[in-house]
């Protein structure tokens, strides 16, 4: 079993449309949690980033983090045709961990938001 | 402008010869890595350098050497490819390891061993 899972889509919606990505994680050592953003033939950008537990919101980008469930989430709202991309959860362990630094990736979910 | 480097940005090369590909980043981070990118496998970390002189394995290190002889450049050295190290590569970068630092990538490598 993976220790990020992450449906890889692919996922169609219309612009304007509430988009909702989601990740599981079997790691409870995971503390820092991220979404990025690959476009094509670019590596993958910072998008958010959340400690812990608990909501994050910036512009149309909310991300949600739910330890007890091992369940991440990002969603985006009024959807729009430059945000089709892959996005990517990603997690990084508390720095004690034997996986120092090293973030754990899903598998990424390739979004097309169509006009 | 804040980034990442790596080149080149594609190759095409044969089994056995020796490559090299460059990374370099102008942020003054302690912290570099090396992934793959693989179709339904994500990103895997190859190895990582905590510092100058401090590299050690990620999840798939076979194959690859790397180095870390000045704060800002980690080259990926591949000795002898082979066709099952064809892939995307990406270099990235963060302030530290510890602290949950977000880390930064370059745009990537796109490498075809035939």
């Known amino acids: 079993q993976k220790e990020v899972e992450q449906d890889p889509g692919p996922l169609s919606v219309p612009e304007g449309a509430i988009v909702s990505l989601n990740c599981t994680y079997s790691n409870s050592a995971f503390q820092y949690f991220m979404w990025y953003r690959q476009y094509s033939r670019k590596g993958p950008e910072l998008l958010m980033y959340?400690?812990?537990?608990g909501n994050k919101e910036d512009g149309r980008f909310t991300a949600q983090v739910d330890k007890s469930s091992k369940y991440i989430s990002l969603f985006i709202r009024d959807s729009q045709p430059s945000d089709s991309a892959t996005y990517l959860c990603a997690m990084l362990a508390d720095a004690g961990g034997t996986s120092y630094g090293k973030l754990t990736f899903g598998q990424g979910t390739i979004l097309t938001v169509h006009p | 402008e804040a980034q990442v480097t790596q080149n080149p940005r594609y190759l095409i090369t044969v089994t056995g010869k020796k490559l090299t590909v460059t990374c370099s980043q102008n942020?003054?981070?302690?912290?570099m890595s090396w992934y793959r990118q693989d179709p339904g496998l994500g990103l895997r970390q190859i190895y990582y350098?905590?510092?100058?002189?401090?590299?050690d394995k990620g999840d798939v290190p076979e194959g690859y050497k790397v180095s870390r002889k000045e704060k800002r450049n980690f080259p990926l050295i591949l000795e002898s490819p082979s066709p099952n190290q064809t892939s995307l590569y990406f270099c990235?970068?963060?302030?530290?390891?510890?602290?949950?630092?977000?880390?930064?990538f370059g745009d990537g490598t796109r490498l075809s061993i035939l």
């Open positions: 990235a970068s963060s302030l530290s390891a510890g602290g949950g630092q977000p880390q930064h």
């Open positions: 959340t400690y812990s537990s």
């Open positions: 350098s905590m510092n100058v002189e401090v590299t």
């Open positions: 942020m003054n981070h302690e912290y």
